[in-house]
């Protein structure tokens, strides 16, 4: 008798010890049916794959479209039903593992699936636009420029400045404020280019009463006094990073001639230290000249940034010329031929660059308020009194318009210290202590009315393009962190 092993899928036959031939039988190894089976459904499967790659290739040359997505074409139903959730409720880059989740919109396309956005109903998020620099016309040197000797032949009038305030001339009990207790008669008696004293910061209390903020040392006093022409900046509340003029850029002249002031508090200060920025023997990083400011005069920092922003003429009393330039922007151009390009070729006193997407003060309102930018009730007020007192939509196709914008991108401002850019850099900070402490609310109102105050009084003012402005500074994001409460 043969003895039968079985071992997976083989079986084992051994024969008897005696057969016919007298030797042990041979032997034999035989698999089950299953190999077979399994031989035929491998080339099942590639008959399959084939004949579905053909059938592709004839939808796709005979402009067959295929529905992925329960859509209908001429009342004949999709090969796939529509989920519940809708066409939405597709997961479509599960699919898509080797892109890390990102739909080749491509493929979308190719097998009938419409893009988000264009082609489909599917919501997208809108993106906001890229904005470029162009290039300006800007001298090749230093040397190739003058300051035209009739320049600052623009209106006279001689301006003062409210020093200190009487106690009968304001509430009880009485309140320390760093831009004074100006009247609604005051104020709209400020907006005449005549000689004048009005309020514009700096004020002090009665006798007796402590300061009202913005406090500066002595020896940085004496160094702002000597200053022509000026190009600062500020970090107040650590809200920003250093960022140093390119060095490389600009003329060994106007490193000399021109004064690089950086206004810091002393929050921010320490935290540069702690990032190893420390200031040299003469007090500078870099080209900076560090000044600090003690007891800033408002719990807003933005409020508090506004001083040194539009109140230049105040803080460098000697200056002929001045450049702000917001903290978040990296100044890589000559400081004198900005000058040159945005003033003295231009004829203007005051120059700003045009908002990069706005141009009506509505739009702004309504910006500020979707954002969170400020109290809306506070931004109604404020929008409300304009509106009574002549303020209108900007109107593009008007080709007498007073400005080609309503709204300014106000992190880069040039300006000369004449009587009528004084004046308005005056009017426009009692707006903002006024108000809320966003300038491009403010901004169009008191040009406008200053304009309409003076009709035989011109102030030259010109908004340049922003590309222009992003020409001359390299852009970065501010610090992250908390932003600074805002005011009620």
Same mark, same amino acid.
């Given at each position: 008798?043969?003895? !039968?092993?079985?071992?997976?899928?083989?079986?084992?036959?051994?024969?008897?010890? =005696?057969?016919?031939?007298?030797?042990?039988?041979?032997? %034999?190894?035989?698999?089950?049916? %299953?190999?077979?089976?399994?031989?035929? %459904?491998?080339?099942?499967?590639?008959? *399959?794959?084939?004949?579905?790659?053909?059938?592709?290739?004839?939808?796709?040359?005979?402009?067959?479209?295929?529905?992925?997505?329960?859509?209908?074409?001429?009342?004949?139903?999709?090969?796939?039903?529509?989920?519940?959730?809708?066409?939405?409720?597709?997961?479509?880059?599960?699919?898509?593992?080797?892109? &890390?989740?990102? @739909?080749?919109?491509?493929?979308?396309?190719?097998?009938?699936?419409?893009?988000?956005?264009?082609?489909?109903?599917?919501?997208?998020?809108?993106? =906001?636009?890229?904005?470029?620099?162009?290039?300006?016309?800007?001298?090749?040197?230093?040397?190739?420029?003058?300051?035209?000797?009739?320049?600052?032949?623009?209106?006279?009038?001689?301006?003062?400045? @409210?020093?200190?305030?009487?106690?009968?001339?304001?509430?009880? $009990?009485?309140?320390?404020?760093?831009?004074?207790?100006?009247?609604?008669?005051?104020?709209? %008696?400020?907006?005449?280019? !005549?000689?004048?004293?009005?309020?514009?910061?700096?004020?002090?209390?009665?006798?007796?009463?402590?300061?009202?903020?913005?406090?500066?040392?002595?020896?940085?006093?004496?160094?702002?006094? =000597?200053?022509?022409?000026?190009?600062?900046?500020? !970090?107040?509340?650590?809200?920003?990073?250093?960022?140093?003029?390119?060095?490389?850029?600009?003329?060994?002249?106007?490193?000399?001639?021109?004064?690089?002031?950086?206004?810091?508090?002393?929050?921010?200060?320490?935290?540069?230290?702690?990032?190893?920025?420390?200031?040299?023997?003469?007090?500078?990083?870099?080209?900076?000249?560090?000044?600090?400011?003690?007891?800033?005069?408002?719990?807003?920092?933005?409020?508090?940034?506004?001083?040194?922003?539009?109140?230049?003429?105040?803080?460098?009393?000697?200056?002929?010329?001045? !450049?702000?330039?917001?903290?978040?922007?990296?100044?890589?151009t000559d400081p004198l031929l900005i000058l040159e390009y945005f003033l003295w070729r231009t004829k203007s006193e005051y120059s700003i660059s045009k908002h990069y997407d706005r141009?009506?003060?509505?739009?702004? @309102?309504?910006?500020?308020?979707?954002?969170?930018?400020?109290?809306?009730?506070?931004?109604?007020?404020?929008?409300?009194?304009?509106?009574?007192?002549?303020?209108? &939509?900007?109107?593009?196709?008007?080709?007498?318009?007073?400005?080609?914008?309503?709204?300014?991108?106000?992190? *880069?401002?040039?300006?000369?210290?004449?009587?009528?850019?004084? *004046?308005?850099?005056?009017?426009?900070?009692?707006?903002?202590?006024?108000?809320?402490?966003?300038?491009? *609310?403010?901004?169009?109102?008191?040009?406008?009315?200053?304009?309409?105050?003076?009709?035989?009084? $011109?102030?030259?003012?010109?908004?340049?393009?922003?590309?222009?402005?992003?020409?001359?500074?390299?852009?970065?994001?501010?610090?992250?962190?908390?932003?600074?409460?805002?005011?009620?």
């Amino acid at each position: 008798m043969a003895s !039968i092993h079985q071992r997976g899928d083989v079986i084992v036959s051994v024969g008897s010890k =005696s057969n016919e031939r007298g030797d042990a039988g041979p032997i %034999r190894v035989s698999r089950r049916a %299953r190999r077979f089976g399994s031989i035929t %459904r491998q080339r099942l499967s590639i008959w *399959l794959l084939l004949i579905g790659a053909v059938f592709f290739m004839y939808m796709t040359f005979f402009s067959v479209k295929v529905h992925f997505h329960g859509e209908k074409e001429d009342g004949m139903s999709s090969f796939f039903s529509i989920p519940k959730g809708g066409p939405q409720s597709y997961n479509i880059t599960q699919y898509n593992r080797s892109t &890390k989740g990102k @739909v080749d919109h491509g493929m979308l396309s190719f097998f009938g699936v419409p893009k988000r956005g264009v082609d489909s109903n599917v919501s997208q998020r809108r993106r =906001s636009p890229k904005h470029y620099p162009c290039d300006i016309d800007l001298e090749k040197s230093i040397e190739y420029i003058l300051e035209p000797k009739d320049y600052l032949n623009f209106t006279r009038f001689e301006l003062d400045y @409210v020093e200190k305030e009487e106690e009968s001339l304001t509430t009880s $009990p009485y309140e320390l404020k760093f831009a004074g207790h100006q009247t609604l008669e005051a104020r709209e %008696r400020s907006f005449h280019a !005549i000689n004048q004293s009005l309020h514009c910061g700096f004020v002090k209390g009665p006798n007796g009463m402590g300061s009202t903020g913005f406090d500066l040392d002595e020896k940085d006093q004496k160094f702002m006094k =000597s200053c022509i022409v000026v190009v600062s900046s500020c !970090i107040f509340g650590s809200s920003d990073f250093l960022r140093r003029p390119t060095s490389k850029l600009i003329s060994e002249y106007s490193k000399t001639h021109v004064c690089f002031v950086m206004f810091l508090d002393e929050e921010t200060l320490q935290k540069l230290f702690s990032e190893g920025n420390v200031p040299d023997d003469r007090g500078f990083m870099g080209l900076w000249r560090i000044v600090v400011v003690k007891n800033l005069p408002f719990e807003d920092m933005r409020r508090t940034g506004k001083v040194p922003k539009l109140l230049a003429h105040r803080l460098f009393p000697s200056s002929r010329y001045s !450049i702000w330039l917001d903290s978040k922007m990296r100044l890589n151009t000559d400081p004198l031929l900005i000058l040159e390009y945005f003033l003295w070729r231009t004829k203007s006193e005051y120059s700003i660059s045009k908002h990069y997407d706005r141009q009506c003060v509505w739009d702004e @309102v309504l910006q500020n308020k979707r954002l969170n930018k400020y109290d809306p009730t506070a931004i109604d007020e404020q929008f409300k009194f304009y509106q009574s007192d002549g303020l209108t &939509k900007f109107n593009a196709s008007n080709p007498h318009t007073p400005l080609p914008s309503y709204v300014p991108e106000g992190s *880069l401002i040039i300006r000369a210290h004449t009587p009528m850019s004084n *004046l308005f850099s005056c009017l426009w900070f009692n707006e903002v202590d006024r108000f809320t402490s966003r300038d491009q *609310l403010s901004f169009a109102y008191t040009y406008l009315k200053l304009k309409r105050t003076n009709p035989d009084r $011109p102030f030259f003012l010109n908004m340049f393009k922003d590309c222009e402005r992003r020409a001359l500074v390299k852009l970065f994001r501010h610090r992250e962190g908390p932003s600074p409460p805002t005011p009620p």
